[in-house]
């Protein structure tokens, strides 16, 4: 856990809202994911994403605005490498942002394993944030 103040508490707090929310929703509708396998799939990725703006925002100030969603990941090492925090958690945020793109716009099914993958990633993902980042998100890992 990184022991500093949070720039800017209350946008930190409505991404640490939008990622709960989203991951909520991708645990129940991963109930039944065979019904809803792109939705779980996008909502495990957006859940991810809102949780790094929150940590982003929290100890920059700033959200970075990037079409190209691995320049966010780049971004989140240098904040582990800076703060001496275990990037193992980036892993996990680079293989769901890897697949945005196909979940989203490409005329591919995301399979079964793959929803799965991405549950197991996002849950995976939030705990780690939750981990090193406590005190900037100010509240328990909805994972």
């Known amino acids: 856990m990184i022991p500093v103040k949070n ?6 707090q409505q991404y640490v809202d939008k990622s709960g929310h989203f991951l909520q929703g991708m645990k ?9 396998r792109s939705g779980v799939g ?3 990725i957006h859940s991810a994403i809102s949780l790094n703006d929150a940590i982003t925002v929290g100890l920059t100030g ?3 605005k990037y079409q190209d969603h691995a320049q966010a990941a780049r971004e989140l ?3 582990c490498s800076k703060n001496r925090v275990d990037r193992r958690g980036v892993d996990h945020f680079k293989w769901l942002l890897a697949r945005k793109n196909a979940v989203a716009y490409r005329e591919v099914r995301f399979d079964d394993d793959s929803v799965k993958m991405a549950v197991d ?3 995976r993902f939030s ?6 980042f406590e005190e900037i998100l100010g509240a328990k890992s909805a994972a």
Do not use: H, M, S
Request: negative net charge; glycine residues 4%.
């Open 7 to 12: 720039v800017d508490p209350i946008t930190t």
């Open 28 to 36: 129940l509708l991963n109930d039944k994911f065979e019904l809803y």
């Open 42 to 44: 996008l909502l495990a």
């Open 62 to 64: 700033k959200r970075g």
């Open 77 to 79: 090492e240098q904040i």
């Open 121 to 123: 990633k996002a849950e």
């Open 127 to 132: 705990a780690w944030a939750y981990n090193y």
